[in-house]
């Protein structure tokens, strides 16, 4: 064979070896994750260390429903976030895997990818991931009970699965160790942030779909409006303040103090459910909480941070009247007058009628379709075996 025979036959080779190389790490790659956006919804953030994948969201939807993944394999991430209740637990304070009772309520986890701050009252937790480490393994209170003494065995029941090893094999291609912590935490991460959906009477009434009802209508209006003002909290595209997508304009996080306590005329709120307060010490973070998004508020009673607001009527009651009465009881105070209250917060003059109509329109922000959405189900149930 001549000298340029030679070189050709090993050019042709190398060309050979790289289709082939490229062809079996496109195979391998996860597929690119195609978000179903509502209309009218920008493109989420995404960290870079985390990337979506289909197979990704698979892995954390099960691991989001899989009560091994707690320390004494009782309790789920699902088990404090029902998706029939917008991925809230229906309890005024949400309980742990030992029955501890938490000082706070479970929130909705629909749409939690647009939230610029997580949980109630931390200016800090901005990611899913780090948030996640929370619940997993926080000893006071205790959520899922992952403790440095069982944190091992809980993972060898997640390793020794077949479907996680098979699974996490290709949400994590070429990573030498495809089930950790790590790899848990951005699974259940992606599925969370998968986790997007507005389908109500009001955003079909935008799209031209339905008509709202006449209380529905007026309640829009009052909402909307300079009379009620619940837009000034409540007026992104989740209903909230605090939202974050690509493009976003970096703002601070809000936080409100709303008069729903007074201790003793002092502005204190009961500890340790004291707001920004109890990371800051600053006196004017008082009873400062995150105005949660109002999308599915139908579904996720008791109300605020500490459930102590049984309906959505009281809940209107309780903004109509510019903070909330307490006349006896260790908790006593005139929340209307907190020092802390934030100035948006006054009494308004509201009739039957017109509260009515606040709450009918609340109302038409549920999206029945999330709450049964198969995507988003619990995996064990329908099968009925498997992690529970």
């Known amino acids: 064979m001549s000298s340029a025979r ?14 082939v190389v490229q062809t079996m790490a496109s195979a391998s790659a996860p597929r690119e994750y195609k978000w179903e956006l509502p209309q009218g919804f920008p493109r989420p953030n995404v960290p870079k260390g ?24 009782t309790q789920s ?5 029902r998706q029939e209740l917008a991925f809230t637990d229906g309890k005024a304070q949400a309980v742990g895997s030992t029955g501890q009772v938490h000082p706070r309520g479970a929130q909705s986890l629909i749409n939690v990818v647009y939230n610029s701050t997580l949980t109630w009252a931390n200016p800090a937790l901005v990611s899913l991931e ?45 990573s030498k160790r495809p089930i950790s912590w790590t790899t848990i935490i951005r699974s259940i991460a992606a599925f969370q942030r998968s986790l997007v959906s507005a389908d109500s009477r009001y955003d079909r009434y935008l799209q031209g779909k339905v008509k709202l009802t006449p209380a529905e209508q007026r309640g829009m209006e009052l909402f909307m409006g300079e009379r ?37 005329g002092t502005g204190a709120f009961p500890e340790p459910n004291r707001g920004v307060f109890e990371l800051s010490s600053d006196p004017k973070d008082m009873g400062a909480f995150k105005a949660p998004s109002l999308r599915n508020v139908a579904v996720t009673a008791p109300y605020m941070h500490d459930g102590s607001v ?10 109509a009247g510019g903070g909330r009465v307490i006349a006896d009881g260790p908790n006593a105070g005139d929340g209307r007058a907190n020092p802390y209250k934030d100035p948006l917060i006054s009494q ?22 999330v709450l049964t959405d198969k995507r988003f189900s619990d995996p064990f149930a329908t099968r009925g075996t498997g992690g529970r």
């Open 50 to 73: 985390n990337p979506m994948s289909d197979a990704k969201v698979a892995v954390g939807r099960r691991l989001f429903y899989d009560v091994r993944l707690s320390g004494n394999g």
């Open 6 to 19: 030679r070189r050709l036959l090993v050019l042709a080779t190398i060309v050979l070896a790289a289709v």
């Open 310 to 319: 049984p309906t959505l009527e009281a809940a209107v009651e309780h903004y």
């Open 348 to 369: 308004i003059e509201l009739g039957p009628g017109d509260k009515a109509d606040l709450v009918a329109f609340l109302k038409a922000l549920t999206d029945r379709k």
């Open 130 to 174: 780090r948030q996640m480490e929370v619940p997993l393994f926080s000893a006071d209170p205790v959520e899922m009970g992952v403790t440095d003494a069982n944190r091992d065995e809980v993972l060898r029941r997640i390793t020794k699965d077949r479907w996680y090893k098979a699974r996490f094999a290709k949400a994590f291609p070429g």
């Open 77 to 81: 991430c699902g088990s404090c976030h």
């Open 228 to 264: 009620a003002e619940c837009h000034h909290c409540h007026g992104s595209f989740i209903f909230n303040d605090q939202v974050t997508y690509k493009g976003s304009p970096k703002e601070r996080p809000l936080f409100h103090n709303t008069g729903l306590y007074n201790l003793g």
